[in-house]
T-cell receptor, first 112, second 114 residues
């Protein structure tokens, strides 16, 4: 079964609005990563947050991690039509090398 | 630096055949992983290789196999293809193994089994 559960499954917003996606997982992790995928193409790495970190920023992206609740959130501020894509969280578990365990993803649609 | 390349990009095969997919990682990257993506099961881990050794394997039948060469290029093979093997197969490379590093994905090979 998937380690990560993402919420919502789909999100539709207007350009300029903020988009928040949530990810929950089941077991203790080494780190959690967020990826973006455009229309069934390759995944693009967005951000990696380690288990001892609580928040990380990268440009318009803000990721939080709450290991006590086993959850993470990705916030995209001032969204653009080009942000339209599927977003996946992926966890890395200790002693499982580089294996990424993906959630089912959130499909984000940003309307101009 | 050139990104991760995968060949072929598209492939159509018939049930019972076998297929080999190829992945060239980013120059200097020694870790290569493979994932299968389907609408029903999502993204699932197949294998991870580092320095020609398989370090990790997902929960797939033995029909799925892989290898890594001394130049870090990797291939995966699927024998006796089934309709359910139709999927996007993604390869990812990382500078080091251990999971503490971001992974760079290729564009994928879309396999259709008829």
């Amino acid at each position: 079964s998937q380690q990560g559960e993402e919420d919502p499954q789909a999100l539709s917003i207007q350009e300029g609005e903020n988009a928040t996606m949530n990810c929950s997982y089941k077991t203790s992790i080494n780190n959690l990563q967020w990826y973006r995928q455009n229309s069934g193409r390759g995944l693009v790495h967005l951000i990696l947050i380690r288990s001892n970190e609580r928040e990380k920023h990268s440009g318009r992206l803000r990721v939080t991690l709450d290991t006590s609740k086993k959850s993470s959130s990705l916030l995209i501020t001032a969204s653009r039509a080009a942000d339209t894509a599927s977003y996946f969280c992926a966890t890395v578990i200790y002693n499982q090398g580089g294996k990424l365990i993906f959630g089912q993803g959130t499909e984000l649609s940003v309307k101009p | 630096k050139a990104g991760v390349t995968q060949t072929p990009r598209y492939l159509i095969k018939t049930r019972g055949q076998q297929v080999t997919l190829s992945c060239s990682p980013i120059s200097g990257h020694r870790s290569v992983s493979w994932y299968q993506q389907t609408p029903g099961q999502g993204l699932q881990f197949l294998f991870e290789y580092f320095s020609e050794t398989q370090r990790n394997k997902g929960n797939f039948p033995g029909r799925f196999s892989g290898r890594q060469f001394s130049n870090s290029r990797s291939e995966m093979n699927v024998s006796t293809l089934e309709l359910g093997d139709s999927a996007l197969y993604l390869c990812a490379s990382s500078a080091l193994a251990g999971g503490g590093y971001e992974q760079y994905f290729g564009p994928g090979t879309r396999l259709t089994v008829t």
